[in-house]
């Protein structure tokens, strides 16, 4: 545990009090960044409204926008999604934990802070252990977008991190060797039968094709 001297603090989650620490200074409503499968994202309760609305101006990212929620299991699906087809079970089972975020149905009683109004929310369990066991401790689910200024690269290390947002965010939550640099997590949106890539990334398209066959699979910009 390392006080950087601007209030942002360095945590090791090989440390397992880092991990209640962390999950304590969420739970009361700090923005933290903690290590994904993929970057390092900034995380927030999502129950929490002036903690996700904090996310947003720390990364000068518009209100319009949405961002991914981090779950420790897919039982907590039913916090925020509808319903989960055949075809989401399928790729749930073969992809989770990993980087692959699913859009699937919200529920209506899912935050506006999170659905921005619409009726869908984006998920996903990450397979970082030590966020894992971060998110496990808390008891819920977090969003989890890149951590990084707005257009500007995503921080893959704990050192970049503090080089883009010491003093604007309470921790750092530091696990590099949880971080496969490459990249991002691929983004699907589920509905019934049909699956629409909306973000190629780290899951190619055959592999996600092979979970569910061939004809259920299309990209975005192909319809």
């Avoid at 942002?8 to 700090?30: C, D, F, K, N």
């Avoid at 369990?125 to 707005?150: D, F, K, M, Y």
């Avoid at 991190?161 to 949880?178: S, Y």
Wanted: aromatic share 4%; net charge negative; hydrophobic share 45%.
């Amino acid at each position: 545990m390392t006080e950087t001297g601007s209030g942002t603090r360095l945590l090791s989650l090989s440390q397992p009090e880092s991990i209640i620490e962390g999950a304590r200074l969420l739970r009361e409503g700090a923005v933290v960044a903690i290590p994904t499968d993929t970057l390092y994202g900034l995380a927030a309760a999502i129950f929490d409204e002036r903690a996700v609305e904090s996310v947003f101006e720390i990364k000068r990212r518009s209100r319009e926008d949405r961002v991914p929620v981090l779950m420790a299991s897919a039982a907590d699906l039913p916090l925020l999604c509808r319903n989960v087809s055949p075809t989401g079970w399928a790729l749930i089972e073969r992809f989770w934990p990993g980087p692959f975020t699913l859009v699937l149905p919200a529920r209506r009683s899912a935050p506006d802070w999170i659905t921005r109004g619409r009726d869908t929310v984006a998920v996903r369990v990450p397979a970082a252990r030590s966020t894992l066991e971060l998110l496990e401790v808390l008891g819920e689910p977090v969003v989890g977008t890149s951590a990084n200024i707005h257009r500007r690269p995503p921080a893959v290390t704990a050192e970049q991190v503090l080089g883009e947002f010491e003093g604007q965010i309470a921790a750092v939550l530091a696990d590099d060797a949880a971080i496969v640099q490459g990249s991002p997590s691929t983004v699907a949106a589920v509905s019934e039968d049909r699956v629409t890539i909306l973000r190629e990334g780290m899951i190619p398209l055959e592999e996600i094709r092979g979970a569910v066959g061939p004809r259920a699979v299309v990209r975005a910009n192909t319809l």
